[in-house]
């Protein structure tokens, strides 16, 4: 199915997406499921409730043309269908997934208790004795919007950025204006568009605050949403420490003044040549226990990291995710 005239790219997301709704409705009928389509439960609208063998269960579509499902966005979703079940008489929510989910997305609904992920291999599955159906299914897949595609110019920029990481790590010979650029070239390589407006040396009006960048989050892709929304803010600060050694506790402290809710600036990359310590860890953990303010520690080997899954769609995004949940659910009391 191709994009037809005239029509935007949004508009053919939304209108593939209706589509997808539509082939899950007809699945689970064929595979002997009555459904009811959006309804409220307990205050929520959900996609679908389908009913067999005396059990009726939640179910929610998503479509994603080009990047893969991450672990946040999973579990966010899981959280919201395990709250209907909770306070209601549906059972084992079902996920259906038109699209592929990253390997710790999928590590972690294996684990999850009652919760079904139907991603486009087992809907392939499903379909398999209905031809009409994976034939349908086949031309939703293929309509979707092409994934980018990394070009020559594109793997020699990542090759570069590469090198002066790992040149840095060896030896610091980089300067802190330097180590600073340096960071917010990669973060202009991996997420731009969806990370814009990179400013440096950025202050506050009364002079009290400077921090090394600061950048916009552009609607529209999943993760940079759901960390808009689960966190209240409307920027990204960067705060690149350039030390021979892991930062600590005060290099934190000092970073946790320039956020703040109430200016919907609550998030932080703080970005070292070498891993953090413990201690840079737990005042981390206590900014966001006490204030909700995320600052999330990464060091010269996360970015080369976030470097190499460029390729994957979704990659670098697929690692923060996973990065900002290993933090979130270890949080002490």
Not at 30 to 42: F, K, M, N, Q
Request: contains cysteine.
């Amino acid at each position: 199915m191709g994009q037809r005239s005239g029509m935007t790219r949004r508009q053919a997301v939304i209108e593939l997406a209706l589509r997808a709704e539509k082939w899950t409705v007809k699945l689970f009928q064929a595979l002997g499921y009555s459904v009811t389509h959006s309804p409220i439960v307990e205050g929520f609208q959900i996609d679908l409730v389908v009913r067999k063998d005396d059990l009726s269960h939640p179910v929610e579509v998503k479509l994603r043309p080009a990047t893969l499902f991450g672990m946040h966005e999973l579990a966010r979703e899981a959280l919201r269908l395990r709250t209907i079940t909770t306070n209601s008489k549906l059972t084992s929510p079902i996920l259906v997934l038109f699209g592929m989910v990253s390997r710790q997305a999928r590590s972690w609904s294996q684990n999850e208790y009652g919760f079904r992920l139907w991603d486009i291999d087992v809907l392939r599955e499903k379909a398999q004795p209905f031809p009409n159906l994976l034939r349908e299914l086949n031309e939703i897949v293929a309509g979707s919007p092409a994934l980018p595609i990394l070009t020559a110019a594109t793997k020699g920029e990542a090759e570069r950025l590469i090198e002066q990481l790992e040149d840095h790590l060896r030896q610091n010979t980089l300067s802190p204006s330097d180590y600073e650029k340096l960071c917010q070239e990669v973060f202009v390589y991996l997420f731009d568009p969806d990370l814009y407006g990179f400013q440096r040396q950025s202050q506050t009006t009364d002079g009290a605050n400077r921090y090394d960048f600061i950048c916009r989050i552009k609607p529209g892709n999943s993760f940079w949403d759901a960390v808009r929304n689960d966190f209240r803010t409307r920027a990204i600060l960067f705060e690149c420490k350039n030390y021979e050694q892991g930062i600590g506790p005060d290099q934190v402290y000092s970073t946790e003044r320039y956020l703040f809710t109430g200016g919907l600036r609550t998030v932080c990359f703080l970005i070292s040549r070498m891993p953090p310590t413990d201690g840079a860890l737990r005042a981390a953990q206590g900014a966001m226990r006490e204030a909700g303010k995320l600052i999330l520690l990464l060091s010269n080997s996360d970015l080369i990291a976030m470097i190499k899954l460029k390729g994957e769609p979704g990659g670098p995004e697929n690692y923060l995710d996973e990065r900002i949940w290993k933090f979130v659910i270890s949080l002490p009391r």
